[in-house]
């Protein structure tokens, strides 16, 4: 695949700003191409920790890449808007302020946290351990694929980072 500002679909490397997204009446992303053609999308951030703003697989129903995007400020105006619109839908992530117990249930561990955006409770197969991540934190994500993100542990309180260190591998 080509980096840079260029797109590269199907081998073929064209100008950004030679393909469109916009969102169709369902909702879904839509790909419209130099030549007119249209494909539904959805959006994959490449490198969610290190280069959040940047590198975007457009994928379509068959999980097949159909078009690298490597900075989305290369598109128009409404484009990079329907593409930020399409990220934050399915890249919702919850920052972790504090966690106040964590408790194991049959096969499952129960979460209750506070977060940037309120407390929540949610559960982890017992089998699934909060990560670390290369550029630092600890990422959790729940039964229900949810993720949630602890960007510095050191600065949770003392009993949420005994509660955090008890279950990271």
């Not at 169709?24 to 992303?29: E, F, K, P, T, Y």
């Not at 280069?51 to 697989?57: L, T």
């Not at 964590?102 to 929540?120: A, F, H, I, K, M």
Request: net charge negative; proline share 7%.
């Amino acid at each position: 695949m080509t980096q840079g500002t260029l797109l590269e679909t199907n081998g073929h490397v064209a100008a950004p700003a030679s393909h469109r997204l916009e969102v169709r009446v369902d909702g879904q992303l839509e790909l419209v191409s130099p030549d007119g053609s249209r494909t539904a999308v959805r959006a994959v951030r490449c490198f969610p920790w290190s280069h959040p703003a940047s590198f975007f697989s457009l994928r379509d129903d068959d999980d097949k890449e159909v078009l690298l995007l490597s900075d989305p400020a290369e598109l128009d105006a409404e484009s990079r808007a329907n593409l930020e619109e399409a990220l934050a839908r399915v890249g919702f992530v919850l920052v972790v302020t504090a966690i106040h117990s964590v408790s194991e249930e049959y096969e499952l561990r129960l979460w209750s946290v506070e977060t940037e955006q309120g407390p929540r409770k949610f559960q982890t197969a017992r089998d699934a351990w909060p990560r670390e991540l290369p550029g630092g934190g600890v990422l959790i994500r729940d039964v229900a694929g949810d993720l949630y993100f602890v960007p510095d542990p050191a600065k949770l309180d003392p009993k949420s980072q005994h509660l955090l260190w008890a279950f990271v591998d």
